[in-house]
């Protein structure tokens, strides 16, 4: 408190230090709003809220009416001689410095006697953000929780369609596995056996076609009898991949994802996203060029999620190249070290400028219509989590683009 302590006894001594250094906000004041004593919480709390520094003799009032008009018409108000006036209402204002930007505290207003009021104030501001953290921490686990159950729906259906997919696969693979080209060679041999009877029924030309025309037919049909078991255990391959996907995905979704890092081998990851973008590739006219060592690359991780970079990686490089463009390629280089292993996947693509290539990794950034911003921040964040780096560069627009990424071994 501000005013001396002169000539008191050391029991209102002790009692004045105690209320002194409260910490809650005490201030005396009469029925004008004139400060009649003030302590030390009270000025610190209430002084940025008055803009001065409130001591005896000013007023109180403007400084409530700045945090609300009806608390000074509520104290004008009570004309009772003595009582409660407001308790624990709850206020707030802007502060500099404070997270979130807001103070909060709780405001009492008590009338001892005629001519005195005192007003106290308690700092609530790291309890208001303490429940506003857990609040959000709540909604955040229901969000998060609706969203598991989401992709658990969407990867049973996905999980359904590719069994269907996989049974009429293994379907026409048996049939292909019951064709027999035997039978129309057999048939081939057997008009030339008899090109002599049947020259002299139809005449010896038409015979001759005849006999051509089933050789042709028997090596079309063989031609596409083994182009189209190529392409059913393509397939069948490229929906086993899909289902370890898939159950990992389900490992991720139930909280039982994998922390362990098995050995991998670089190639077979390069292989198999190379037959998943095949098709678009080959429908895009993107010619694909590898330089990759004849060796076994072998590094530790998370297969299906290295996958899900090299795609995403491919995907972007794909999507970046014009279809009227007069050059379409992709290149995909690995260089073993003693102690690392790099990857650089390059493209003729649209390129970018120096500006964006500081935001590609960033949450949420993209450069498409379409796009979340999320491909290429999963991707950092998985790469990381290996133990990796990884950067994208280019030289400019229509330059095409450079991804490089790096593992230790």
Known sequence: MYDTWGGINPAEQKMKAILLHAPVALVDMDNNGKIVDINLMGGKLLNPLAGENLKPGTSLYPCLSALDPEIVTRIRDFTESSGLIMLNQQYSYLAAGVEGGQKHFQLTVYKIFDDCLIVSAEDKTEKMQEEQALKQAQQDKAVAQGKYEIASEVIHDIGNAVVGFNSYLTRINRMLEQYSQGN??????????????ISAAIGAPKAAAL???????????????????????????????IQDILNIQRQYISGHESQERKPVNLKDIISDCRSMVFANMEKKGVNLSLSIPPERIVIKGDRTKLMQVLLNILKNSIEAIDTDTNVKTISIEVSGFEDSVQLVVSDSGKGFDEQTAKHLFDRGYTTKSSGTGLGLYNCKAIIESHGGTISMASNGAGMGSKTTISFNK
């Open 184 to 197: 129309l060679q057999k048939v081939s041999l057997f008009l030339k056996q008899q090109n002599g009877p």
């Open 211 to 241: 006999i051509d025309m089933m050789e042709a037919i028997s090596k079309s049909l063989g031609d596409s009898h083994d182009e189209l078991r190529r392409s059913v255990n393509e397939q069948l391959h490229l929906t086993a991949h």
